[in-house]
């Protein structure tokens, strides 16, 4: 089964406006959640990560939140432009296994 | 200019036959792995390798078969065992087994009818 559920599949969004993605997992032994960016026809690219002893991580215009207790985790893309139109992936890791286990992926279409 | 190549981009093959797909790195990266890729199920870990000689199983190994006789090579055969290998099949590298940071080949689209 997934170990990491990912929603929503898919999300329209204007121009600059915010993208929210949104992560949960249940095995409380992942210490590392990347997320990744593919666009069609290609190999996913990894864009940001976080470790749980951080709530809140930026790079430009992309931003991981996550919440421990709840065991989620989001992406937020701020100020959202036709070239962030890709597919995103989060996923999640453990030490000694360092096996990713990926989400299913969510399609953002930015609309100019 | 370093980076994970695989060829072919897309790839056709008949039912019942073998096929292998190729990845090769010049990133002097230590572990492999080979992904599978299918609309709204993300991606699924086949086979990894942590070092040249060495590979293990992931979680949709049934199938397939890899080898790792070279450091920077690290093909993929999709036997006909394979009961549905029409996908997207993605290679990756990291650092050394342990490292989290995976980076990822092009893919190549396998279609079989």
């Known amino acids: 089964q997934q170990q990491v559920k990912q929603s929503p599949q898919s999300l329209i969004v204007q121009k600059g406006g915010i993208s929210i993605i949104n992560c949960a997992y249940e095995?409380?032994?992942?210490?590392?959640f990347p997320w990744y960016q593919q666009f069609p026809g290609k190999g996913p690219a990894l864009l940001i990560a976080?470790?749980?002893?951080?709530s809140e991580k930026k790079e430009g215009r992309f931003t991981i939140s996550f919440n421990k207790s709840a065991k989620q985790f989001s992406l937020h893309i701020m100020d959202s432009q036709p070239g962030d139109s890709a597919t995103y992936f989060c996923?999640?890791?453990?030490?000694?296994?360092?096996?990713?286990?990926f989400g299913a992926g969510t399609t953002v279409t930015v609309r100019a | 200019d370093g980076g994970i190549t695989q060829s072919p981009k897309y790839l056709f093959r008949k039912e019942g036959q073998n096929v292998t797909l190729s990845c090769e790195q010049n990133?002097?990266?230590?572990?492999m792995y080979w992904y599978r890729q299918d609309p709204g199920q993300g991606l699924r870990l086949i086979y990894y390798?942590?070092?040249?000689?060495?590979?293990q199983k992931g979680d949709i190994a049934e199938g397939y078969s890899v080898s790792r006789e070279k450091k920077e090579s690290f093909p993929l055969t999709v036997t006909s065992a394979q009961k549905n290998p029409t996908a997207f099949y993605l290679c990756?590298?990291?650092?050394?087994?342990?490292?989290?940071?995976?980076?990822f080949g092009p893919g190549t689209r396998l279609t079989v009818t």
């Open positions: 095995n409380t032994a992942f210490d590392y």
């Open positions: 990756a590298s990291s650092i050394t087994w342990g490292r989290y940071e995976q980076y």
């Open positions: 390798s942590q070092i040249v000689n060495d590979f």
């Open positions: 976080i470790r749980p002893d951080v």
């Open positions: 996923a999640a890791c453990r030490t000694n296994d360092y096996k990713l286990s």
């Open positions: 990133l002097n990266h230590d572990a």
